[in-house]
């Protein structure tokens, strides 16, 4: 029974993030570490780091296949400003490490406040569909995506939240395929970051399975809801922003309380 219970649990807080991804897109996960600390019951917040990203990276996989189906991926772009950012990723991972567990999430907290506080911000979605990769870009493309890389390497997040708008900002491309094509450096930062967990042993296989079955579950479950939100889609994606903030906010509680 004690086993069984973190591992649903684990389910259940991945059916959640599977439901949020489908219904907002990218910032869902970023739930994921709080949920494994303070729901699932992982005590060592590198573990729950490490596991969050690599679920975090199959979700990834599953979300580009889609859009690759579709066509809405930039692949010259998305695997430049990816590529450079592997290497940043790797980097954050081992840093991240290095670092107290109990400092690593009061600063991991203040990322989710960042990440909550850009879902504010309204977003755009002209740009340019036909855009292509010249030298040009790809000396804006690289630098962005190595400290990108860093960032989500060092917090274990999928990043999605400064790619999507470093894409934008390099190459001009339109918001649709920006957001397409982030998963390819989603993918890649997260598959990075989770090997460098995994290689010291802080990776809970067990809890991971667990959340990658719930959130498939989840996905599938927020197909229906985000066609329900269609017309509330902006106030929607405010009260999820809101939502975590407040979950910020705890998690620096709890860590300064610590």
């Avoid at 406040?113 to 804006?140: C, E, F, N, R």
């Avoid at 995506?145 to 989500?152: D, I, K, V």
Wanted: aromatic share 6%.
């Amino acid at each position: 029974m004690e086993t069984i219970l973190p591992l649903l649990a684990a389910v259940l807080s991945g059916a959640l993030i599977g439901l949020l991804l489908t219904v907002f897109g990218g910032g869902g996960s970023v739930l994921a570490t709080p949920l494994l600390l303070y729901v699932v019951g992982v005590r060592d917040p590198h573990v729950a780091i490490g596991t969050s990203a690599a679920a975090v990276a199959v979700n990834a996989l599953v979300g580009l296949s889609v859009q690759a189906r579709a066509g809405r991926v930039k692949w010259p772009c998305a695997l430049v400003f990816g590529g450079a950012g592997l290497a940043g990723s790797l980097v954050g991972a081992h840093l991240a490490k290095q670092v107290d567990g109990a400092v690593l999430i009061l600063w991991f907290a203040g990322a989710m406040a960042l990440i909550g506080g850009s879902m504010l911000l309204p977003k755009k979605a002209a740009g340019d569909p036909g855009v292509h990769l010249t030298a040009g870009l790809t000396l804006k493309l690289a630098p962005l995506g190595l400290l990108t890389g860093l960032a989500a390497g060092f917090f274990g997040i999928g990043g999605g939240f400064l790619i999507v708008p470093g894409l934008m900002a390099a190459t001009g491309m339109t918001l649709a395929h920006a957001a397409a094509s982030s998963l390819v450096s989603v993918a890649l930062f997260g598959a990075a970051t989770s090997a460098s967990y995994a290689a010291s042993g802080q990776i809970d296989w067990p809890v991971f399975a667990a959340l990658v079955g719930g959130g498939a579950v989840g996905a599938i479950a927020g197909a229906p809801v985000a066609r329900a939100l269609v017309g509330h889609a902006d106030v929607a994606r405010r009260v999820f922003a809101l939502m975590v903030i407040a979950t910020a906010a705890y998690v620096a509680w709890r860590s300064l309380a610590a």
